[in-house]
């Protein structure tokens, strides 16, 4: 069984590698991720917001919106393991009467 | 390890220096690599170590479970509430240009630490919750 | 050769390590292991955007007066949101191995395929 495993592993990574012979160099300034926006982000992040850090002012200024979604995704995940692992005072004498049966 | 007193003593030294260093991060997004997300999880961090030496019950009394689930919704509030200024003062949803306090570069600055700050106290709040709730079925 | 392998080499060392996290996801019948290879895989896709963010020459992108030509700051922003995204999974995951061990008794994926039948 695990050489079926280690079969399917190496398929995927031999089909990965033979994808990457098109994409561009390690670190050229003419690859097209280069191009189509990021050029303005660069120039034009001083005079729109007054921020120096790029990266912040992305997150918090021209993509604001997807970072307000990203803070509800924590949230929820938090209100998750609320619900699954909270014991209120009406289960909290079931838990103990099922503890004591099996230990 | 309530009984390693060397461990006890450190940890009470260090639990203010490292919330210092974690509302740093935050403040000083701007002007150096940080921001909201970064910072949250150093000042969550500190609470955790807290908790991981003198144990849950007096992890409790630093922190009660109603305080922190309001700390959880306080922070997309925040978030929320400067979008909704942004279109009182008359613009769209986050749009911080329009804010009237003084220059164009200073409204927009204070629009982008009044949502580094709800991001924060969202994830630090987070943190902490997930730890409790893990470590509390080992007892 | 020798320039083809020195253009791509960063590629391949990515593809290497997400090729450990998909084998222990699918291999290991334990469940923590399961989860612990899911984190190794989606850090090893984080690392394979940025680095497609470097630019040769470039400097970090925070506005500095000795810089000649600045990183690609894009593929930053994207993998900030997606680490958030991963630590939820994982911690949403664990919650759910701790009230199967509850209910089950043990975390072996094939036992509990038995008890199910």
């Known amino acids: 069984m695990k050489t079926t495993y280690l079969f399917v592993v190496l398929i995927t990574g031999i089909a990965l590698a033979y994808g990457t012979i098109d994409m561009p160099n390690f670190g050229d300034p003419q690859a097209p991720a280069n191009h189509h926006v990021a050029p303005r982000y660069i120039e034009k992040t001083h005079e729109e917001t007054g921020v120096d850090n790029m990266v912040t002012s992305v997150l918090a200024s021209y993509r604001g919106y997807d970072t307000f979604g990203e803070t509800t995704v924590i949230f929820t995940a938090g209100i998750c393991v609320i619900l699954l692992l909270r014991e209120t005072r009406d289960n909290k004498k079931k838990n103990r009467r099922k503890k004591g049966v099996r230990s | ?139 | 050769m020798i320039e083809f392998i020195l253009a791509k080499y960063n590629y391949w060392i990515y593809i290497t390590l997400m090729m450990i996290g998909f084998y222990a996801m699918i291999a290991k019948p334990n469940l923590i292991k399961k989860i612990i290879g899911m984190n190794i895989f989606q850090t090893a896709v984080f690392l394979f955007y940025i680095s497609i963010a470097k630019v040769k020459g470039g400097t970090a992108p925070i506005e500095w007066e000795k810089a000649v030509q600045y990183d690609n700051p894009l593929p930053h922003v994207l993998i900030l949101t997606a680490i958030v995204v991963s630590v939820s999974t994982t911690a949403v995951a664990l919650a759910l191995i701790i009230k199967i061990y509850k209910a089950y008794g043990t975390i072996e994926e094939d036992k509990i395929l038995e008890m199910n039948k």
């Not at chain 2, 992890?59 to 009660?64: M, P, T």
């Not at chain 2, 309001?70 to 986050?94: E, H, S």
């Not at chain 2, 902490?128 to 470590?135: C, G, H, R, V």
């Open chain 2, 1 to 139: 390890m309530k009984n390693n007193i060397i461990i006890q003593i450190i940890t009470r030294l260090l639990f203010p220096f490292i919330q210092l260093f974690g509302f740093y991060v935050i403040m000083h997004g701007e002007s150096g690599p940080g921001g909201g997300f970064q910072g949250g999880v150093i000042l969550g961090a500190s609470v955790i170590l807290y908790v991981i030496v003198f144990g849950i019950d007096e992890g409790r009394k630093l922190i009660s479970e109603k305080t922190n689930d309001i700390l959880n919704c306080t922070g997309v509030l925040i978030y929320g509430g400067v979008g909704l200024l942004c279109i009182i003062a008359g613009g769209k949803y986050l749009e911080y240009n329009i804010l009237p306090l003084g220059s164009v570069h200073f409204a927009s600055h204070m629009g982008m630490l009044g949502i580094e700050i709800g991001v924060g106290v969202t994830v630090s709040a987070v943190m902490i919750t997930l730890f409790f709730e893990t470590a509390r079925q080992g007892k």
